[in-house]
T-cell receptor, first 110, second 117 residues
Framework: KQEVTQIPAALSVPEGENLVLNCSFTDSAIYNLQWFRQDPGKGLTSLLLIQSSQREQTSGRLNASLDKSSGRSTLYIAASQPGDSATYLCAVNRDDKIIFGKGTRLHILP | EADIYQTPRYLVIGTGKKITLECSQTMGHDKMYWYQQDPGMELHLIHYSYGVNSTEKGDLSSESTVSRIRTEHFPLTLESARPSHTSQYLC????????????????FGPGTRLTVL
């Protein structure tokens, strides 16, 4: 059974720092991995989608990597800003089964 | 970017009432999903659909039912609400292409926060 784990569960860093969020999954047979952002009381916003054949995707200050063989993905946020404060979720997709992690609650200190 | 709408955004209702949570998307996406999320917990897939007249159950057992009569509309119904149904319900859609696995970015609605007293 696929399990998705995100570490750390919560993170507070000063504005301007670079940071890394981690996601691990137990079954490497996935179609894709997606990173989302969720603001309190709201839906999810897709940040990056990495297909199983890809190693990384970049969008602005965000870079996500995927190592399928080891069951790991990282989300790198450069030059963090207070507006980056949110919960970041990763999700893996296989056979229409989309499994989410519990997320990392990120707080950027001004 | 997909436009996907959910109504109501917040609903407080008494036990035993029948409720329908609405979800609509304007992007012509074939695949739609319903997730349930408790505070601080992960999302769990409860229903999904490949297109009109297609409905499937997700990983998490749910007493709710769904229908897909039109491409853009995927309502979720609870026949008799109970306090255990209190949760946030999130609807999503993606542009699913048969055989094109791994390419479907999901777009989410704002969610409906349901409280059953």
């Amino acid at each position: 059974k696929q399990e998705v784990t995100q570490i750390p569960a919560a993170l507070s860093v000063p504005e301007g720092e670079n940071l890394v969020l981690n996601c691990s999954f137990t079954d490497s047979a996935i179609y894709n991995l997606q990173w989302f952002r969720q603001d309190p009381g709201k839906g999810l916003t897709s940040l990056l989608l990495i297909q199983s054949s890809q190693r990384e995707q970049t969008s602005g200050r965000l870079n996500a990597s995927l190592d399928k063989s080891s069951g790991r993905s990282t989300l790198y946020i450069a030059a963090s800003q207070p507006g980056d404060s949110a919960t970041y979720l990763c999700a893996v997709n296989r056979d229409d089964k989309i499994i989410f992690g519990k997320g990392t609650r990120l707080h950027i200190l001004p | 970017e997909a436009d996907i709408y959910q109504t109501p955004r917040y609903l407080v209702i008494g036990t035993g009432k029948k409720i329908t949570l609405e979800c609509s998307q304007t992007m012509g996406h074939d695949k739609m999903y319903w997730y349930q999320q408790d505070p601080g917990m992960e999302l769990h897939l409860i229903h999904y659909s490949y297109g009109v007249n297609s409905t499937e159950k997700g990983d998490l057992s749910s007493e709710s039912t769904v229908s897909r009569i039109r491409t853009e509309h995927f309502p979720l119904t609870l026949e008799s609400a109970r306090p255990s149904h209190t949760s946030q319900y999130l609807c999503a859609s993606s542009e699913w292409k048969q055989g094109a696995f791994g390419t479907d970015t999901q777009y989410f609605g704002p969610g409906t926060r349901l409280t059953v007293l």
